[in-house]
């Protein structure tokens, strides 16, 4: 009987014709406990994190600041892409994740991505205010963002 190459995980390989309820059963056993065995606490929410954060951003322009943003604390800045996500890794950095990509920050910019994984549309002003960075570096930051199409800046009207 032909047979398919065994899974990378080892089960046993999937009979092309498995006529027999005993050659269905016993891959099924198999394949239910590899799969059990791979279940572990969070594998939901990482699952949930790791598919929300592919999502691609929207582009958005952010005229006329084509050479990155510039250190205005009057623009303001919203995310375009949708399933960010940040946490505190266990060395205090901040993993940032949207739009399929991800980062690593600073402690510090903590004050700076979490309003916006949370939705805010925050001015560079408040978010260097809240996170305690120079609103230089606030701007650097946001251009990184910007430059993957995953925010946007612009001026409130």
């Known amino acids: 009987m032909p047979v398919l190459p065994p899974t990378a995980g080892g089960l046993p390989p999937v009979p092309l014709h498995a006529h027999t309820a005993r050659i269905r059963t016993a891959y099924l056993e198999a394949l239910g406990k590899e ?37 205005d604390e009057s623009l303001f800045v919203h995310l375009t892409a949708a399933g960010a996500w940040f946490k505190v890794d266990t060395g205090g950095h901040i993993v940032f994740s ?20 949370e939705g805010s549309t925050p001015a560079l002003g408040e978010l260097a205010v809240s996170s305690g960075i120079p609103v230089g ?13 995953v925010a946007a800046v612009s001026r409130r009207r």
């Open 35 to 71: 799969f059990t065995e791979a279940l572990h606490d969070g594998v939901i929410e990482e699952f949930i994190n790791a598919r929300g954060s592919m999502d691609p951003g929207r582009p958005m322009p952010s005229l006329p600041f084509v050479d990155g943003i510039p250190a």
């Open 98 to 117: 949207a739009g399929g990509q991800e980062w690593m920050f600073a402690a510090s910019a903590l004050g700076v991505i979490k309003p916006l994984a």
């Open 137 to 149: 570096h606030v701007a650097a930051l946001v251009s990184e963002l910007v430059a993957a199409d």
